[in-house]
C-alpha cells in the first residue's frame, strides 16, 4: 500500500467596511479590510466602481462624481487561493451645489436702500440668506433687502440640497449716508461750532466748493472732512456746492454765514 500527502491550503474569505458609505461630492472613503486570511500573506485588488482600483490593503478613496457604487474587493494568497466579494450599491455620492451669489446695486445711499439679492446656482432645495444686518430670509433664489442704516454689510448665501450638501457664496454691499447740511459756524475758538460740518459728509465721496458773493472761489475740497473753519475769511454769507454719493451724481447748493463773536 502506498500514501501520499496532499497540502490543502485555505481560501481566503474577503470582507471589508468603509466609512463614510455616503456623502456629497467630492467625497472622501476610508476603507477597512477585515479579510479573513487564515494567517497566509494576501494580496488585495480593489475596484471602487468608478473606475479606479487599488492594490493597498486598507485605502482611502474620493469619489469625485455623484452616483451609486459597488465596490469589489479580490483577495489571492501566495499559495494561489483567492476569492472574491463585492458590495452593490454600497457608496453613494450626492450632488455637491456651488453657489454664487449677485448684488444690484452693489453701493446704494440710505435714501434708496433696496438691494436685490440672487444666486444662479441650481439643484439647490433650500435657501439661507443672511443680510449681515442681524436681518435673514428663506426665500429662493432672489430676495429684496432694505436696509435701515449706512455701512457695509457681507450678505451670505447658503444653498443646499435635500441631501444636506450645501454650499456658500458672500458679497459686500455698501449703504452710504445722506448728508445733513449746517448754515452758520461761529470760529472763535471755544469748540463749539468752529467748523463747518456737513453731517455724514465724511462718510461718502463728495466734493465741495466755496464761493464768496462775488463768485470767486475760496475753499475747495475733494472729499471733505468736515475740518475747514472759514481760515481768514471775512464774517458773511458764503455760497457752496457739494457733490456727493456714487459717482458724485448727487448736488446741494447752500449757504454759508461765518459770524465770528
Not at 472574491?84 to 453613494?92: F, L, M, R
Not at 446695486?105 to 439661507?128: L, Q, R
Not at 464768496?212 to 475740497?221: D, M, Q
Request: charge should be negative.
Amino acid at each position: 500500500t502506498k500514501y501520499d500527502s496532499v497540502m490543502v491550503y485555505p481560501v481566503p474569505v474577503p470582507n471589508f467596511t468603509a466609512t463614510p458609505t455616503e456623502g456629497c461630492e467630492d467625497l472622501f472613503v476610508q476603507f477597512s479590510n477585515s479579510t479573513n486570511t487564515y494567517n497566509q500573506t494576501t494580496s488585495y485588488i480593489w475596484s471602487f466602481g468608478d473606475g479606479s482600483s487599488s492594490t493597498d490593503a486598507n485605502p482611502s478613496h474620493t469619489y469625485i462624481n455623484p452616483g451609486i457604487y459597488d465596490v469589489t474587493l479580490y483577495a489571492k494568497s501566495n499559495e494561489g487561493c483567492d476569492s472574491v466579494i463585492t458590495k452593490h450599491q454600497y457608496i453613494q455620492v450626492y450632488y455637491q451645489p456651488i453657489v454664487d451669489i449677485w448684488a444690484s446695486p452693489m453701493v446704494t445711499t440710505i435714501s434708496s436702500p433696496e438691494i436685490t439679492f440672487g444666486s444662479n446656482a441650481s439643484g439647490i432645495d433650500t435657501w439661507f440668506w443672511d443680510f449681515g444686518d442681524g436681518s435673514y430670509s428663506d426665500t429662493p433664489p432672489t430676495v429684496i433687502h432694505n436696509y435701515n442704516s449706512d455701512g457695509s454689510f457681507t450678505v451670505t448665501v447658503i444653498g443646499s440640497t435635500a441631501y444636506g450638501c450645501s454650499d456658500t457664496a458672500s458679497v459686500t454691499v455698501k449703504i452710504l449716508a445722506e448728508p445733513e447740511f449746517y448754515n452758520i459756524i461761529t470760529p472763535n475758538g471755544d469748540g463749539k461750532n468752529d467748523f463747518f460740518v456737513i453731517l455724514n459728509g465724511e462718510k461718502i465721496p463728495n466734493h465741495l466748493w466755496v464761493y464768496n458773493r462775488w463768485g470767486k472761489l475760496v475753499f475747495e475740497a475733494e472729499n471733505y472732512q468736515n475740518d475747514w473753519d472759514g481760515k481768514n475769511l471775512a464774517d458773511g454769507t458764503y455760497y457752496y456746492i457739494y457733490k456727493y454719493g456714487i459717482d458724485l451724481k448727487n448736488e446741494y447748493r447752500g449757504t454759508l454765514t461765518i459770524v465770528r463773536e
